[in-house]
């Protein structure tokens, strides 16, 4: 079992900057890919960016390229996704997840864990 808890979410001026923080239970961290999804009201959840287990390899989404970036700390049970740049349409809820592999996915069905969310909201 493993519990998610996410952290940083807000509200920011469109181009401002968040950084959220998701911290997980358990001893085995280091074995689980996560991601980062979101959801915004009417809409699906959807993939923002993942990281396999050691962290060399990290996935986006085409509307987080460039301005995103994911990273863990696997002492500390962290994953943390620095966004930068925000736009309006950033908002929704984001939420971080686990999957029990070592290598990352889009597909939000293979993840088995999930946080509580946060929210995150840019003004214009």
């Known amino acids: 079992q493993v519990q998610l808890v996410e952290s940083g979410g807000g509200l920011v001026q469109a181009g401002g900057s968040l950084r959220l923080s998701c911290t997980a239970s358990?001893?085995?961290?280091?074995?689980?890919?996560m991601g980062w999804f979101r959801q915004a009201p009417g809409k699906e959840r959807e993939f923002v960016s993942a990281?396999?287990?050691?962290?060399?390899?990290?996935y986006y989404s085409e509307s987080a390229e460039g301005r995103f970036t994911i990273s863990r700390d696997n002492a500390k049970n962290t994953v943390i996704l620095q966004m930068n740049n925000l736009k309006t349409e950033d908002t929704a809820v984001y939420y971080c997840?686990?999957?029990?592999?070592?290598?990352?996915?889009?597909?939000?069905?293979?993840?088995?864990?999930w946080g509580q969310g946060t929210q995150v909201t840019v003004s214009s």
């Open positions: 997840a686990a999957r029990g592999w070592i290598l990352a996915s889009m597909d939000p069905r293979q993840y088995e864990y």
């Open positions: 358990g001893r085995t961290f280091s074995s689980y890919a």
């Open positions: 990281i396999n287990w050691s962290g060399e390899s990290t």
